[in-house]
């Protein structure tokens, strides 16, 4: 059912400018994918059918960093290709948004070695973190939504007092309950 169908055809709808704004901005996320590793699949998962991102209007991944505002990082990035990773952030054109998808991304995850970064908030700016490893794609959505509430609430992102790019630092929690293994599962036997 469209708006057509609460409305008369000739209807007329007032509204403030900066809310319709934000509602085409929320319902037209462009994602920039930087995908180097697991959570990459994951995220292409989050994007077929089964999860259908399309349904929040989030599924158009651009790979011109000039096209995309939502730069997911799903990945671990390692210490050469960080100034890469800093250049499409900064290729992207304002308001832009940074979500870091699973542990390596966040924090180096099990990789803790001197050629991982260890975490690209020292990097750049992160609004939305999605915990594990990989996150499903609920948790994934779940971080889009994020995003999606903060376009519609405050329109765009945030800068300090320095006028630089504050992060906002919000995690999500997982949403989804595990399913229980199949009970007549048995390893190793025949
Ligand atoms: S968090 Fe886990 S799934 Fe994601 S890239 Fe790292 S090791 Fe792979």
Redesign the pocket.
Known sequence: MGIEAALPAEGILTTQLQKVINWSRRSSVWPMPFAT???GIELMATASSRYDLARFGAEVMRFSPRQADLMIVA??VSVKMLPVLQRIYQQMTEPKWVLSM???ASTG??FDTYATVQGIDQFIPVDVYVPG??PRPETLIEGIMAIQRIIDNDGIPPTGPDGLRRPLNITVEPTHTVGSQPTSLTVGQS
Do not use: F, K, T
Request: proline residues 8%.
């Open positions: 590793a697991c959570c990945g671990r699973g542990a390596c995850g099990v490893c990989p």
